[in-house]
T-cell receptor, first 111, second 117 residues
Framework: EDKVVQSPLSLVVHEGDTVTLNCSYE??????LLWYKQEKKAPTFLFML????IEKKSGRLSSILDKKELFSILNITATQTGDSAVYLC???????????FGQGTRLTINP | GAVVSQHPSRVICKSGTSVKIECRSL??????MFWYRQFPKQSLMLMAT?????????EQGVEKDKFLINHASLTLSTLTVTSAHPEDSSFYIC?????????????FGPGTRLLVL
């Protein structure tokens, strides 16, 4: 069974801290790994990773994929209260052509 | 670009009634649309995948007679929850892909919160 597992499930930090969110996957026919940020409504796209070892960066957020160890991390530096959200990772299954989501990490940034 | 809308955003209905949720791609043609369900504090679970003009493909455990999906055009898919019961209360999110080859690029709608009394 295709599975994506995120950790921690919940994280509370102070503004300015750096956080690392983890995502491991065990799927057949992996093609890509995606990160999303979900506030109250629909997930918004952050990154898509297909190759190992290549860091993708967008402002204070960055992400990297390790296809040998089957995991990805999402880093957020100098966190702000606006970063508070649920962060979802998902693996895209080639063949079945579908996204399998992890449970999400609920990140709370306290001022 | 790549905006997906859903209507309604919130619906409350009585047990036994049917509820229709619309998902529209506003500025692109969607080759494929996906329907997800999200319970409180849980992740998105794919319910079904629909391609315009053909029958939807349902995930294991999802009753196709209960959750009717119609994908009548390249910009509109509908999900009808038939004879809704309180356990159907959930957050339903659709997404749309405009690339038939790279369907991981999905644009999500804002979701519909369904409460069945």
């Amino acid at each position: 069974e295709d599975k994506v597992v995120q950790s921690p499930l919940s994280l509370v930090v102070h503004e300015g801290d750096t956080v690392t969110l983890n995502c491991s996957y065990e799927v057949t026919n992996f093609r890509s790994l995606l990160w999303y940020k979900q506030e109250k409504k629909a997930p918004t796209f952050l990154f898509m990773l297909t190759s190992s070892g290549i860091e993708k960066k967008s402002g204070r957020l960055s992400s990297i994929l390790d296809k040998k160890e089957l995991f990805s991390i999402l880093n957020i530096t100098a966190t702000q209260t606006g970063d508070s959200a649920v962060y979802l990772c998902a693996s895209f299954i080639q063949g079945a052509q579908k996204l399998v989501f992890g449970q999400g990490t609920r990140l709370t940034i306290n001022p | 670009g790549a905006v997906v809308s859903q209507h309604p955003s919130r619906v409350i209905c009585k047990s036994g009634t049917s509820v229709k949720i619309e998902c529209r791609s506003l500025d692109f043609q969607a080759t494929t649309m996906f329907w997800y369900r999200q319970f409180p504090k849980q992740s998105l679970m794919l319910m079904a995948t629909s391609n315009e003009g053909s029958k939807a493909t349902y995930e294991q455990g999802v009753e196709k007679d209960k959750f009717l999906i119609n994908h009548a055009s390249l910009t509109l898919s509908t999900l009808t929850v038939t004879s809704a019961h309180p356990e159907d209360s959930s957050f339903y999110i659709c997404s749309a892909s405009r690339d038939s080859t790279y369907q991981e690029t999905q644009y999500f709608g804002p979701g519909t919160r369904l409460l069945v009394l």
